[in-house]
C-alpha cells in the first residue's frame, strides 16, 4: 500500500541523523568559501606577478636607452671619462708639436752640417 504525498503527509526521521545533516551542510559550506578564498588570494597574487613582470620588461627595455635616467654613479663616471678625453686630446696636441719640433731639428742639424761637410 503505497501513500502518496502530500501537504499532510508526515514522516520521522531520527535527530541524530538531522544533526548529522546540519553538521555535512555547515562543513561543506565551509569548504566552500575557503575554497573561493584561496581561489581569490591566488588570483590576486598572479595578477600583481603579472605587473611585476610588466613592469620588469619595461624597465629592462627602456634603462638600457636612458628613458628612465642614470643612476649618480653613472653621471659621475660619464664626467670623469670626459676628463680623460679631454687630456687624451691635449696629449695628441703635445705630441704632434713634439713630432713637429723633431722633424724640424733635424732640417736644422742637416742644415749646419751641409755647409760643415763641404
Request: hydrophobic share 20%; charged share 40%; net charge positive.
Given at each position: 500500500m503505497a501513500q502518496r504525498l502530500s501537504e499532510t503527509t508526515e514522516f520521522s526521521i531520527p535527530?541524530?541523523?538531522i544533526i548529522g545533516m546540519l553538521v555535512a551542510v555547515g562543513l561543506?559550506?565551509?569548504a566552500y568559501f575557503e575554497a573561493m578564498e584561496?581561489?581569490?588570494k591566488i588570483e590576486h597574487e598572479f595578477q600583481m606577478i603579472q605587473m611585476s613582470v610588466k613592469a620588469n620588461s619595461e624597465f629592462r627595455i627602456r634603462w638600457p636607452r636612458g628613458e628612465l635616467g642614470s643612476l649618480?654613479?653613472?653621471a659621475k663616471q660619464d664626467l670623469l671619462i670626459e676628463g680623460l678625453e679631454r687630456k687624451a686630446?691635449?696629449?695628441e696636441k703635445r705630441l704632434e708639436r713634439v713630432d713637429d719640433l723633431q722633424v724640424?731639428?733635424?732640417l736644422i742639424e742637416q742644415r749646419l752640417e751641409g755647409p760643415a761637410k763641404k
Open positions: 535527530l541524530k541523523s561543506g559550506t565551509g584561496r581561489i581569490g649618480p654613479a653613472d686630446d691635449r696629449l724640424r731639428t733635424k
